[in-house]
């Protein structure tokens, strides 16, 4: 949903998580900046060339969380609902293709939580190019949202 100055102009958003339908909570006051620029970081580190990380679908950005947003209300008292996206380092044992042997695999993941304000939670865990596609369609319903004007700039010169 669109964050309004005094006239009523959009410059900014704050998302509404639906769960069935239902509204499960409100996070993010003006997060549309902080996720256009992960969209931009996820397109990157995908784009590079690690040695560590030789598998595109575990490459994200450096951080260890990668976003963190709450309900705030006017009067600073946090509740509401929670979304969270964390990194996370995950062993994967690679069976040999004969024998008992085999090998550790390192894979990166990002776990998505979303917290209602009813403390029930959600958790999806995705690869970087699951991420990048989930974040570039929250920052596109943004811009719709704002009108032609991208989120964590002003809609108009003042």
């Known amino acids: 949903m669109a964050c309004r100055d005094s006239v009523g102009t959009p410059y900014e958003i704050t ?10 909570g409100t996070v993010g006051e003006r997060c549309g900046w902080v ?4 969209a931009r970081g996820v397109a990157e580190a995908r784009a590079g060339h690690e040695a ?12 260890t969380e990668l976003f963190a ?12 609902g929670e979304l969270r996206c964390q990194l996370r380092t995950i062993p ?5 293709l004969r024998g008992p042997g085999g090998e550790w695999r390192l894979t990166r ?7 209602g304000g009813g403390g029930v939670g959600m958790r ?19 811009e719709d949202c704002l009108g032609s004007h991208k989120p964590g700039k002003p809609a108009r010169s003042l």
């Not at 993941?109 to 917290?115: M, Q, S, Y």
């Open 92 to 96: 994967v044992w690679v069976p040999g």
């Open 52 to 63: 560590r990380w030789p598998d595109p679908d575990d490459r994200f950005p450096d951080d």
């Open 124 to 142: 999806a865990i995705l690869t970087s190019s699951e991420l990048g596609v989930f974040v570039e369609a929250l920052v596109a319903e943004a």
């Open 69 to 80: 947003f709450r309900y705030r209300a006017r009067n600073g008292v946090v509740g509401g």
């Open 35 to 38: 996720l256009t620029r992960l």
């Open 109 to 115: 993941r990002a776990f998505l939580e979303a917290w």
């Open 15 to 24: 998302l509404q998580l639906h769960r069935d339908g239902a509204l499960y």
